[in-house]
């Protein structure tokens, strides 16, 4: 191997360790946000759930591609704590834009409880649209998501 041959493949062990160190510093990072991530949400479900309703408990992993832009926890209902039932939280986008919705599942069925952290005039039409096509789309997809976060729960 001559000087020139060495140079370039010291030069390339560089560069690869280089960017070998980058793409671990970003899974490092990712890896120690999932928590903080994982309190945030369970905040934001909290803050649209009554308190004296509902107790937000662990997190539920979703085995879909639509868990890209949602989080699924257990949720215990206060005055029946043998029923348990899912909160979703996903990123619905709507004429207003995307906004955080919250959606309870029990039995199968989703229903809307509200936007997070939106106190604004979207929130409110939202809410005030139970019935728009929106709406039903995204609870077809909340479903969606419990079915999956359960059967994740039924396979441990």
Known sequence: MNEGAKKQLFQA????????????TLALFSVLGRKS???????????????????????????????????????????SPSKKSLAVILRATG?????????VVQDGKADFKGMAYMQSSAAR??????????????????QELARSAAGQEAKK
């Open 13 to 24: 062990g560089i560069f690869t360790g280089i960017i070998l160190a980058f793409f671990l």
């Open 37 to 79: 991530w994982e309190r945030g949400l369970r905040a934001a479900v909290e803050q649209v759930l009554p308190p004296s309703e509902w107790e937000c408990g662990e997190f539920v992993k979703i085995d879909s591609s639509l868990s890209v832009s949602a989080a699924c926890f257990e949720l215990v209902q206060k005055n």
């Open 95 to 103: 004429y207003w834009g995307p906004l955080p919705a919250v959606f």
């Open 125 to 142: 039409a939202f809410l005030d649209s139970k019935n728009d096509r929106q709406i039903v789309y995204w609870q077809n997809i909340a």
